[in-house]
């Protein structure tokens, strides 16, 4: 606890932190933020991203107000001048993380032509001044223009002084900026992430309707923060305690063999080395198994597989606070206490007095890994793990499920060294008949191969036969495996490095009777310099009811880069029924926020029943030399490439660009990883009417070509983004708050032609838009609106009338002549010149002519008079 250290630092320098207005904290709350387990320690990130020494990152997931991942920072010493714009940089990162607002730049988009016709820079506030800089150095505006927009190369340079309050969403490292842009100072034409995510809502607009803003009253104006309490925390010994429940019901569908094979497994190959280690169990009574036990070598992993149970007790009843009890007391003879321990809770029983040890869980400071076997596990058994930062799984009563093996394979220590754990490569289940067999391939890529295991399991007395072959045709058999024979295990560990390439396994089932064979395959990152792929599968919400749908996402990356075009579907496992598989996309649409940024997601709606589902991602990757982003994902502080101060424009380093050795992958890769489980209540017993409505489509884009405008977007589906919409809704409005406040009077474009493709195809619609917009629109208000601005918005309808949401807004403007606040294009400027200065040497001619003429007749006239006169 330092909050007396902190607020004499605050009073020495002045410091405070109001509500929308920003003056930060001291530079230690500038360190570090996670939100989740296992993220990477900046001792460990240090392989992956040794240019980046203080970048800064948000991982986001989901869609607006729903918040991000994790922060990643590194800190480095710093003057305190730098520190405040360091703490800026925080502020800004935070929002994203806490409150689930976006980025108000637009890399891809620095500029855009707004509602009166004129070239403006993506930025918020509108606000914020400065001058354009082509490549040759400071220019006029007109200099940077060629046709429609910006040639490459030019930019905005930001005045180092300004009078513009906001926003941190945009520019946090102006002086001046000290605020979020709210409903007054929201620039809602750019073309921002902000407006495209959040429905053109403000920045402030959205932290405010948080429960962080609902559920606390602002401060008085004199009134200081309350203290921060700060926990100052250090890296110790890696304790772990399985608890195990022995009671009557796990001896009910193969649940205690799952039991013994899972954790043998772990026992002896994912636990890393120089963990303390205990066990203990519980029925109606808990009872240690063994002490805690440090894992120094082989043997003593085979000692603490001899203590795991083999036999079930006759009690029905279970106390899961009795066996979590006996877990504490093992972990904090250690030293003292239980913080910083790990539990691994295994149970099928329905235990309805959890609530009455939840004080002490959390007073204990144990993170709570919790593993419901069956439909029979106490329904609250979850909360457990929520309270205590813990993951959650589960395990249905089917034979050809490896959910137990791949639960224990995706719990690690914690440490966040993605050197150390174990990957798994394999997961593969399947009732194979009599005299049948099991054949699959699985790839070992060159990022991988230290300490590699194959793990076989069955269902009868005696193993399969097992033939196993190498990328050079080596032969393994069932005599080179370790069995054992009580717990139906057989592993092989391939010494060194296994060869990287495609390994084939063969399993035969030799019984007379049908049997569940599963294989298992895990290794190790094989080069300390180079990150293998990983892949984390989660869902956005662990609790839901029918007919909500759950978002499932799958992280693929290579230390922090994103890893493009892989093959990535997801298995859902309901307590009861078949399984289900689904293919998660990455393609910027429906349930993805952002397309190509690693992180491939879908809609699940298919639920059978109510109660838990399962769930599990393979990651398979061709080969390929282009499976890595050039950029790492998340929400990044803008880069200032540079200001002007007094006149003079000071221009910044060019960022640093990243260097990828990216190696060409000769066999690909592939990956599995369990996804924890989630429940759903509500669902229909019988058959039920579609309720599932199209996705919102969340990427519409409007580009003019000539007199016509041409709309991009990603079809959405029949139910969310799965199947065949039936019809588009497309309106349009002069109003920006007539398509927005009052879609269904904006004006309708006829799509009555235009029949929706497969969900995840990109569409293309044109239309000329003058038809429609021809004269003043009538607002909502009465009032009469005239702009060379549209704005586009659309929703798609099913076969049963059910609508999506109103897409993102998308903008053009009109092919009408510019007024005069526009800046004309250089080509234009041209043309007039040279128009301008053909009709003055028109004019220069015409009057020679006349002129001439005039004297040629007044000669005539002169000629005739003088000839008179002589007559």
């Not at 224990?408 to 966040?416: N, V």
Request: hydrophobic fraction near 35%; include cysteine.
């Amino acid at each position: 606890m330092i909050s007396s250290a902190l607020l004499n630092f605050m009073s020495r320098h002045n410091l405070s932190l109001n509500t929308h207005s920003l003056d930060c904290y001291p530079p230690f709350l500038c360190l570090e933020v996670q939100k989740l387990h296992n993220m990477p320690q900046p001792e460990s990130t240090q392989h992956t991203l040794p240019e980046f020494p203080e970048l800064k990152i948000i991982q986001k997931k989901e869609m607006c107000a729903l918040g991000g991942e994790f922060i990643w920072k590194a800190y480095m010493g710093k003057l305190w001048s730098e520190l405040q714009r360091e703490c800026r940089v925080f502020v800004h990162e935070w929002a994203h993380l806490r409150w689930g607002v976006f980025d108000e730049y637009n890399n891809d988009k620095p500029f855009y032509i707004n509602g009166r016709n004129q070239i403006k820079v993506t930025r918020c506030s509108s606000d914020i001044t400065g001058i354009f800089v082509c490549e040759k150095g400071p220019c006029p505006q007109e200099n940077c223009i060629i046709s429609k927009l910006f040639k490459e190369g030019c930019t905005f340079i930001y005045n180092s002084t300004q009078n513009a309050t906001a926003s941190i969403m945009f520019m946090q490292s102006l002086s001046s900026v000290v605020e979020f842009c709210n409903a007054s100072t929201h620039n809602q034409e750019a073309p921002n992430l902000q407006n495209r995510m959040c429905s053109l809502r403000s920045a402030w607009d959205v932290i405010t309707d948080s429960a962080d803003f609902h559920h606390s009253f602002p401060m008085n104006g004199t009134e200081l923060p309350p203290p921060p309490t700060f926990s100052l925390v250090q890296a110790g010994d890696k304790v772990v305690c399985l608890v195990l429940d022995v009671s009557s019901k796990m001896a009910e569908a193969d649940r205690l063999l799952q039991l013994q094979q899972a954790a043998e497994f772990y026992l002896m190959q994912i636990v890393e080395i120089h963990t303390f280690v205990g066990i203990t169990s519980f029925d109606s009574k808990g009872e240690i198994r063994a002490q805690l036990h440090q894992i120094n070598s082989n043997d003593d992993r085979k000692l603490l597989v001899s203590y795991l149970p083999t036999t079930v007790s006759a009690k029905t009843e279970v106390s899961i606070c009795s066996g979590l009890k006996k877990g504490f007391e093992v972990v904090e003879k250690l030293n003292g206490k239980a913080y910083g321990t790990v539990m691994i809770l295994v149970t099928s029983g329905d235990d309805k007095l959890i609530g009455n040890c939840l004080p002490t869980v959390l007073s204990s400071g144990s993170t709570i890994h919790s593993i419901a076997l069956g439909s029979s596990a106490a329904p609250n058994l979850e909360e457990l793990s929520r309270l205590t930062g813990g993951l959650k799984f589960f395990v249905p009563d089917i034979s050809n499920s490896n959910s137990m093996i791949d639960a224990f394979s995706r719990i690690s220590s914690g440490t966040g060294d993605i050197f150390q754990q174990r990957i798994q490569l394999e997961s593969t289940c399947e009732n194979v008949k009599p005299y049948h067999q099991l054949k699959n391939t699985v790839t070992v890529d060159n990022t991988v191969g230290n300490d590699t295991i194959f793990l076989v399991t069955w269902q009868t007395s005696g193993p399969p036969e097992i033939m196993l072959f190498d990328p050079d045709g080596r032969k393994y058999y069932t005599n080179n495996f370790i069995t054992n024979l009580t717990f139906r295990t057989a592993s092989l560990w391939i010494p060194g490095t296994a060869k990287p390439g495609h390994w084939t396994y063969t399993l035969n089932n030799t019984h007379h009777s049908l049997q569940a064979l599963k294989v298992a395959v895990t290794s190790r990152a094989s080069n300390s310099a180079a990150p293998p792929a990983t892949v984390e599968a989660f869902v956005e919400r662990d609790s839901l009811h029918f007919p909500q749908p759950v978002m499932i996402y799958a992280n693929v990356r290579r230390g922090f880069y994103p890893i493009l075009n892989a093959t990535v579907t997801a298995t859902v496992e309901p307590e009861t029924g078949d399984p289900v598989t689904l293919r998660l996309l990455d393609d910027g649409a429906g349930a993805d926020v952002i397309k190509n940024d690693g992180i491939y997601s879908r809609y699940f709606f298919s639920f059978a029943v109510n109660g838990r589902y399962s769930l599990k991602v393979h990651v398979n990757h061709s080969p390929s030399i282009s499976t890595l982003a050039h950029s790492i994902p998340g929400s990044h502080a803008m880069y200032v490439p540079g200001y002007t101060a007094n006149g003079n424009i000071q221009m910044n380093a060019p960022r640093k660009s990243v260097g990828r050795n990216e190696e060409e992958q000769k066999w690909g890769f592939s990956r599995v990883s369990s996804g924890g489980s989630f429940s759903v209540l509500g669902v229909p017993a019988g058959p039920h009417p579609d309720v599932f409505p199209p996705c919102k489509i969340i990427d519409l884009e409007a580009v003019n070509v000539e007199e016509e405008l041409t709309l991009s977007w990603t079809a959405p589906g029949e139910d969310f983004d799965q199947g065949q919409a039936t019809s588009y809704e497309i309106r349009m409005s002069k109003s920006l708050e007539n398509i927005q406040d009052d879609f269904n009077n904006a004006i309708l474009v006829n799509t009555s032609k235009r029949n929706p493709q497969q969900a995840g195809i990109r569409e293309i619609f044109t239309f000329s838009p003058q038809i429609s917009t021809n004269g003043p629109e009538h607002q909502t208000n009465g009032e009469t609106h005239e702009s060379h601005r549209i704005y586009v918005a659309i929703r798609a309808m099913d076969r049963n009338s059910l609508k999506s949401a109103i897409s993102n807004i998308a903008q053009a403007s009109l092919f009408t002549p510019p007024n005069s606040d526009p800046v004309p294009a250089r080509d234009y400027l041209i043309l007039k010149g040279v128009l301008t200065a053909m009709g003055l040497i028109g004019i220069i001619c015409l009057i020679i002519v006349v002129t001439h003429h005039t004297l040629n007749r007044k000669k005539r006239a002169d000629k005739k008079e003088n000839g008179t006169k002589l007559l």
